[in-house]
């Protein structure tokens, strides 16, 4: 008969995408022996662009850096200047441009696959993270002094704090009773590349239709990232279209504003939600990234405020450690979700008021946007502050 493996931990953080490694990297010279658990094999990256990408602001990106895992991403990032929204059934435009906050750039757009590896390679190379993939858990026992987490295998990994960055269906979330309910918005984003007509000159676009928005997000490469949010009722139809009739759907939802374009990639739909936990901590747990809360992915802030909670996390062990004091009780995680809730909270409230206010063709609200638009680009107080917060800061 085989023996059961212990092994133990100081932190297990169950989900090894972009917001766990993150977690484990920023914990890295903390002293503390960290396991990352990850049921499936990443994605490699490879010379095609991969179709998941995400707007990455600037305190992501200085999150990163502090990590090491910069060089790496920045190879393939597109850095992008200018923001152009617009509304499609009105006069509604507004301009964002980096120069207004006296900086170089908004963001950048980045694969997802190429964020994940360069966070891995970073975790991989710190003798204290031992990445633990591929690893499937059976069963997850949090209420005692060392909580543990029983793999298929057999395994046994013990550790004073299991984190779920497990997303938004997760595991440790369902393991530790916290409740979560999340509400469909009706709607899939489909995602694709594609090459256009006209240069994208850095800009992230994006037109808010009737039936939702859509993004043109500027590629290192000249190519650009679609993210078209459409009701449930018109994906299976539009992924159904020849790729001709889909570029030309594209086109015209666009308003043509980068010219014809020319399908590059397979296309994918994503449903889309939102939902947020009461409570981000227990005893030996905390809940980060998606497994906390999710947002519509208009204005692409959901991975941003995963990698903010990732730091305020690591921020609340890291001073708890200095302090001599214990780094996994209760009240310091405490602070963990003190810092990050009401922020959190906040966006995914503005993001289902943005999609509530955007997806409709009612005359009133179409006035009211289209007021609130000029407004906002026309009042430099007000647009700098929208600015500051989309960057994360
Ligand atoms: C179409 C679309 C566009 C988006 N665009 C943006 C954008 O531009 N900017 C932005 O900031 N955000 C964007 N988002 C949101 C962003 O993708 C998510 O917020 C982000 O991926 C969350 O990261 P995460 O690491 O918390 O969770 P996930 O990315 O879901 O990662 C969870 C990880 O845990 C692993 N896992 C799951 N269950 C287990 C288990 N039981 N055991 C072990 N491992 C497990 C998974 O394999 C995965 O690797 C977008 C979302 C969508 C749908």
Redesign the pocket.
Known sequence: MSETTRQRYDVLI????????TLANLLRDSGLKTGV????E?RAVTDEIDI??????RA?SEIFKTIGAWPEMAVRACAYGDMHVWDATGAGVIHFDSAEVGLDTLGY?IE?TVI?QALQHCALQAENIDWLCP???STITLDADWPSLRLEDGRILEARLIVG????????RAAANIEFERIPYQQH?I?CTVETELPHAETAWQCFTPDGPLAF?PLINGQSSI?WSLEESKVAAMLALDEAAFCCELEQAFEYQLGSVELVSERAA?P?GHGHVGQYVQNGLAL????AH??H?LA???????FLDAAALAEVITQALIAKRQWYALHTLRKYERARKGENRLMESAMTGFKLLFSNNNPLLSTVRNTGLVMVDQVPLIKQQFIRHAMGG
Do not use: H, T, Y
């Not at 169950?14 to 490694?21: N, Q, Y």
């Not at 658990?37 to 499936?40: G, R």
């Not at 980060?288 to 497994?291: I, P, W």
């Open positions: 169950v989900g090894g995408g972009m917001v766990g490694l658990v990850e049921k499936i990443p998941r990408v995400s707007a990455i602001n992501s757009i997802n994940q690893a499937s858990i960055a497990d997303g938004a269906r997760s595991q440790v984003a995602v997000l993210v994503f889309l980060v990234g998606d497994a999710n947002i992915p692409g802030q959901g991975a941003n405020l995963g």
